[in-house]
């Protein structure tokens, strides 16, 4: 799995500081996102429906689609929000992507596979290999009375302030043991 690169500098180059400001505001708010090679795609509730926006992000500058009114001539909040909400939470767009452990090379990568993969899914790889809650607990100072509640918000969909540090710790046992 690999993900085509977008940063800040393209979306300054094609939009004005003004208009990257107000789309801060409806970063994360997008549904349906997805990605296809470099092709960015996301659906967002705007005043007039529902907006869709496409970006095509291996191009500077970007190549933009919205179907608002101002988007037909420049590039709009719509298209900014896109852009940064695939920056900051790049999973969001490739949630049925499975990125396998052992290709795992950069940071971003590690939290690209920690947001994709199921806290369970972790604890049943851990228990294949023989590491007990306990010693999970143990290692990552988070109580098994917090690890069962953070495992059930986490199935729920659900997150809490734990669940990455915890995913990480599981990550770090399954890549020493395994
Ligand atoms: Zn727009």
Known sequence: MQLTKLNEEQLKNI?????????ENYVGKF?????????????????????????????DPIEFECNCEKGKNMFCKHAAALGLTYIYTPWEFASNQKMDRKSIRTTEEIKFFIKT???KQL???????????SELA?????????????????TNGKHHTLTDPLKLSCLYLLEKYS
């Open 31 to 59: 549904h349906d996102c997805a990605v296809d090679s470099s092709m960015i795609k996301g659906t967002i509730k705007g005043n007039h429906g529902d907006y869709t926006v496409t970006l095509k992000i291996d191009t």
């Open 138 to 154: 143990d290692l990552s100072g988070i109580t098994m009375k917090q690890i069962s509640s953070i495992v059930k918000e986490d």
């Open 117 to 119: 993969t199921p806290m």
């Open 15 to 23: 939009s004005t500081s003004i208009n990257l400001q107000r789309a």
């Open 123 to 133: 604890l049943d790889e851990l228990k294949k290999i023989d590491v007990s809650i």
